[in-house]
């Protein structure tokens, strides 16, 4: 069946450190592919999304570019922040609007 | 912009008590979700609902009941409060059109049953 497959944390960075964060995914078709975001006590908010193979997700900084070949979706910032300190979620939308999530990820960055 | 609201935000029961979790939305969206996330285990799918008066179960259903009467509300039921049940309950929804659309979630219900 489909999945997603997350890196599991906690990940602490120092500020202005490199993020990778991993996720590969299982599915069927050809699935739109995104990353979430969750801030303490509050539900999940889109980051970024690409819906076809070569495809690459930007938002604040952050970028992730849907690799078939790979079937990953890999997070990646080049300089964090505090203020990214939070939950990240890779997810899959299958074509048949089911949504699958990974375990979520969670960074803390320092200053 | 309202978007979609859960009440309550927390709530504390005992063994056996029942209460419904509240969503609405006021986007139009046709898709509603009801997710349950424990520590450490992502998002695990209860029940769902592609239009109203049509309903589906998810992943981990049983304990839980759902109603989608209108477009825009799609409560959750639990019937018999049961420890397992402690968790944080999402609500979302989705336009229904064009597969590159996100869900859009609710700040949660924080539940906690003793």
């Known amino acids: 069946g489909d999945s997603v497959t997350q890196m599991e944390g906690p990940v602490t960075l120092s500020e202005e450190a490199f993020l990778t964060i991993n996720c590969t995914y299982t599915?069927?078709?050809?699935?739109?592919l995104f990353w979430y975001v969750q801030y303490p006590g509050e539900g999940l908010q889109l980051l970024l999304k690409?819906?076809?193979?070569?495809d690459k997700g930007s938002n604040k900084g952050f970028e992730a570019t849907y690799r078939k070949e790979t079937t990953s979706f890999h997070l990646e910032k080049g300089s964090v922040q505090v203020s990214d300190s939070a939950v990240y979620f890779c997810?899959?939308?299958?074509?048949?609007?089911?949504?699958?999530f990974g375990t979520g990820t969670s960074l803390t960055v320092i200053p | 912009n309202a978007g979609v609201t859960q009440t309550p935000k927390f709530r504390i029961l005992k063994i056996g008590q029942s209460m419904t979790l509240q969503c609405t939305q006021d986007?139009?969206?046709?898709?509603m979700y009801w997710y349950r996330q424990d520590p450490g285990m992502g998002l695990k799918l209860i029940y769902y609902?592609?239009?109203?008066?049509?309903?589906d179960k998810g992943e981990v259903p049983n304990g839980y009941n759902v109603s989608r009467s209108t477009t825009e509300d799609f409560p959750l039921r639990l019937e018999l409060a049961a420890p397992s049940q402690t968790s944080v309950y999402f609500c979302?929804?989705?336009?229904?059109?064009?597969?590159?659309?996100?869900?859009?979630f609710g700040d949660g219900t924080r539940l906690s049953i003793l």
């Open positions: 986007m139009n969206h046709n898709y």
């Open positions: 997810a899959l939308r299958t074509t048949g609007n089911q949504f699958y």
């Open positions: 599915a069927t078709g050809y699935p739109s």
């Open positions: 979302a929804s989705l336009p229904g059109f064009g597969g590159n659309q996100p869900q859009h």
């Open positions: 690409a819906t076809k193979a070569d």
């Open positions: 609902s592609v239009g109203a008066g049509i309903t």
